[in-house]
């Protein structure tokens, strides 16, 4: 499955964006999908994942209560609705996709998408 990534951005902080992740190749309602973000020198981290289904979804403790997972499988699209922002949410932000469960480590998922950047300033 090929994997695009788009909605990132610069934006105050306090303020939202919404990243999507368009899907295409492969049966998309079959994957786990997740989102991942990576700043610069850091290593990449797990930010928000959601079942096949959209009936679980879970978020790394940095962004629970700011940030929402969704998919709507019709579209083939993963969207991150990401509110209240932060400096420290500053990051390349890549969405993947696991065939097998949904996870929240990064070597778990079989595919990349190439990453948008989120910038948020103070």
């Known amino acids: 499955v090929q994997l695009q990534a788009s909605g990132g951005g610069l934006v105050q902080a306090g303020g939202s964006l919404r990243l999507s992740c368009a899907a295409s190749g492969r049966t998309f309602s079959s994957f786990a999908m997740g989102w991942f973000r990576q700043g610069t020198g850091k290593e990449r981290e797990f930010v928000a994942a959601?079942?096949?289904?959209?009936?679980?979804?879970y978020y790394a403790d940095s962004v629970k209560g700011r940030f929402t997972i969704s998919r709507d499988n019709a579209k083939n699209t993963v969207y991150l609705q990401m509110n209240s922002l932060k400096p420290e949410d500053t990051a390349v932000y890549y969405c993947?996709?696991?065939?097998?469960?949904?996870?929240?480590?990064?070597?778990?998922?079989?595919?990349w998408g190439q990453g948008t950047q989120v910038t948020v300033s103070s």
């Open positions: 993947a996709a696991d065939e097998k469960r949904v996870a929240q480590y990064s070597s778990a998922y079989d595919y």
């Open positions: 959601i079942t096949w289904s959209g009936g679980s979804t």
